[in-house]
């Protein structure tokens, strides 16, 4: 099903880069030439040019292979929440409040803390998670925790909401983390001790 792409012109430029996110997130789960593609094109997807028809096409059928890719082998579909583990905690995090943080914006953040993360436990190559903050960067999107405007709380209460959203299973968390652009995977064996001394880093405290 493509979607109607006309209504793409009735949003903010706020919430059409926030949508975006989810668009540069196909790139990231298994597609870097999609990516790639994206690093070269976004201008012409921000200005309604005919690569946002072809960008919304992409991501329909990205979308598409994963959920079938799903029935295959189980648990593929996880891969579609890449980054929103930390986004949704983000989101947590300002109370859902759309003035501080739209759900896109979120992922964004959460998707280079992802390739962050992944890059300190020794998975994902520097130049990868440098090539994701810069992309991000270009379109307008927030990468960093810090550009949240207002007070954010303290660590436990984003590991209490990550492990909300999470299904904890003794004692370890699943997540999409990566081993570079376009080789997302699920990893369950992430423990809270290394997570939590990531986030303070990230948390400035
Ligand atoms: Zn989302």
Known sequence: MLADTS????????????????????????????FEWLESNWEGIFSGGPERDQAVAHS?????????ADELESGNRALLNLGHTFGHSLEGAVAYETERLVHGEGVSIGMVLAHEFSEQLGLCPAEDTKRVIAHMEAVGLPTRIDQIPGQLPPIDTFMDLIAQDKKVSRGQLTFILTKGIGTSYVDKTVSAEPLRAFLEEKLGK
């Open 7 to 34: 209504v793409l012109d009735t949003l903010s430029p706020r919430d059409f880069r926030a949508g975006y996110a989810e668009v540069a997130k196909y790139g990231l789960i298994n597609d870097p030439e999609f």
């Open 60 to 68: 329909c059928r990205a979308k598409a292979a994963v959920v079938a």
